[in-house]
């Protein structure tokens, strides 16, 4: 009935991407908004799930495609580096200004706001003790999602670290401040991209998520 359903609507395949919500707030959806323009046969339908899910989701035939930043387990699956962002350090719009090229006290900063932390499901624990290593942290409160984080770092309610995949918008619009952290060397925020070896997924949409440029 699916495929009935499909080819009444002039669709010959059907995708679904399973992919974690940190990618939403990329320009990942634009991305895949123009390949429908341009593919009008191909539908696409995206999941938004955590990383920890998306691995079922695939191996459940629930979805084709897993972009995740957790890799798979299933060493028979295809897998590809999606993007390896790099982490910036956002503080609010009204802690320093960018043009005046003041000198940067991260340890008053630390002092001063609170630093959201563990949107990221590899990363922060090493993070965290790597920074209070160096620094004293005031107020640490932990939250899943980065998109709230972005919201309550705009309000001049905290600061964290966040891949600059995420804030490509904010930044260009001047929502908010990104520091150059000097301090230690910072982690990258790997992105992956599986499916299995079974699926047929189109080898240009496979193209265009692999070689366009997510900074």
């Known amino acids: 009935m699916e495929r009935i359903r499909l080819v009444s609507k002039g669709i010959h395949e059907k995708i679904i991407i399973a992919m974690t919500p940190l990618m939403v707030e990329t320009i990942l959806p634009h991305v895949l908004y123009q390949f429908i323009n ?21 191996h459940q035939h629930q979805a084709h495609i897993g972009i995740s930043l957790l890799p798979t387990r ?18 609010p719009l009204d802690a320093y200004d960018d043009e005046t090229g003041a000198y940067i006290d991260y340890e008053e900063l630390f002092q001063t706001y609170t630093l959201f932390t563990h949107h990221h ?4 624990n090493e993070l ?13 409160v932990s939250i899943s999602q980065s998109y709230v984080v972005k919201r309550l770092i705009k309000d001049g309610l905290g600061m964290s670290f966040l891949p600059r995949m995420i804030v490509r918008k904010e930044r260009m619009e001047g929502r908010f401040n990104i ?15 599986f499916y299995k070896e079974s699926t047929n997924v189109p080898n240009d949409l496979l193209e265009l998520l692999l070689t366009r440029n997510y900074l």
């Open 179 to 193: 520091v150059p952290f000097e301090g230690f060397s910072l982690p990258n925020v790997p992105v992956y991209l």
């Open 74 to 91: 299933y060493r028979h699956w295809h897998q590809e580096l999606l993007i390896e962002s790099p982490l910036e350090l956002v503080i």
């Open 121 to 124: 499901p590899t990363i922060w």
């Open 38 to 58: 341009d593919h009008p046969a191909l539908e696409i339908s995206i999941l938004v799930e955590d990383s920890a899910k998306i691995e079922d989701l695939v």
């Open 128 to 140: 965290l003790h790597n920074l209070r290593e160096n620094y004293m942290l005031t107020r640490q």
